[in-house]
Nanobody, 122 residues
Framework: QVQLVESGGGLVQAGGSLRLSCATS????????VGWFRQAPGKERELVAA????????YYKNTVKGRFTISRDDAKNTMYLQMNNLKYEDTAIYYC???????????????WGQGTQVTVSS
């Protein structure tokens, strides 16, 4: 069982930045694809970004391209999501996810963190 722990959420004004972190003690972290989903009130969960093992490939939702950057440090079993130029519509609970394979469908990801709230004030 892979346990994922997020940190770094909070309240920020529109145009500001936040960096989310996701850490695990799991030794197989480097072989997993990892990513971030988010869920806003009344909306479905959506995949925001993902990064493949060794960082050889990344995925971004169109609305965050150019503003969000996903990265990983396999030596620390940690993943990051740098979020710049935040917008009100980025407000959501952000979940760290991990799985051996990639999909944009939430049920396709085996491991989930508990979530961290990101609130952007307009």
């Amino acid at each position: 069982q892979v346990q994922l722990v997020e940190s770094g959420g909070g309240l920020v004004q529109a145009g500001g930045s936040l960096r989310l972190s996701c850490a695990t003690s799991e030794g197989t972290f480097s072989r997993l694809i990892v990513g971030w989903f988010r869920q806003a009130p009344g909306k479905e969960r959506e995949l925001v970004a993902a990064i493949h093992s060794a960082g050889v490939d990344t995925y971004y939702k169109n609305t965050v391209k150019g503003r969000f950057t996903i990265s990983r440090d396999d030596a620390k079993n940690t993943m990051y999501l740098q979020m710049n130029n935040l917008k009100y519509e980025d407000t959501a609970i952000y979940y760290c996810v991990a799985d051996p394979s990639f999909t944009t469908v939430p049920r396709g990801w085996a491991y989930w963190g508990q979530g961290t709230q990101v609130t952007v004030s307009s």
